[in-house]
Nanobody
Framework: QVQLVESGGGLVQAGGSLSVSCIAA????????LGWFRQAPGKEREFVAG????????EYVDSVKGRFTISRDYARNMVYLQMNSLKPEDTGVYYC?????????????????WGQGTQVTVSS
């Protein structure tokens, strides 16, 4: 069983920066891809970024390209999302997710394991 625990997030003004982190507290050896999703009030959960646990080029949703950076620390079983130039539309609950197959995808139904989420709020 994989257990994912997010931390970080918070409140920031537009244009500011925040980071969120996720540790695979259990079952990290089962993970091949880690991703970040977000869900704004009244909206569906959407893919933000994903990265292969073994390395390789990360994937991003178009709306965050050039502003967000996903990275992972294999030795510490952690994945990070650095968010710069934040906009009010980036507001939402950010979820860490993991999947066992090796392809980074944006489809949330392909991710088996999920964290509890952490709130990111960007004020205008």
């Amino acid at each position: 069983q994989v257990q994912l625990v997010e931390s970080g997030g918070g409140l920031v003004q537009a244009g500011g920066s925040l980071s969120v982190s996720c540790i695979a507290a259990k079952g990290a050896s089962s993970i091949l891809v880690l991703g970040w999703f977000r869900q704004a009030p009244g909206k569906e959960r959407e893919f933000v970024a994903g990265i292969s646990w073994s390395g390789g080029s990360p994937e991003y949703v178009d709306s965050v390209k050039g502003r967000f950076t996903i990275s992972r620390d294999y030795a510490r079983n952690m994945v990070y999302l650095q968010m710069n130039s934040l906009k009010p539309e980036d507001t939402g609950v950010y979820y860490c997710a993991a999947k066992r197959s090796s392809i980074v995808t944006a489809r949330r139904d392909e991710y088996t394991y999920w964290g509890q989420g952490t709130q990111v709020t960007v004020s205008s």
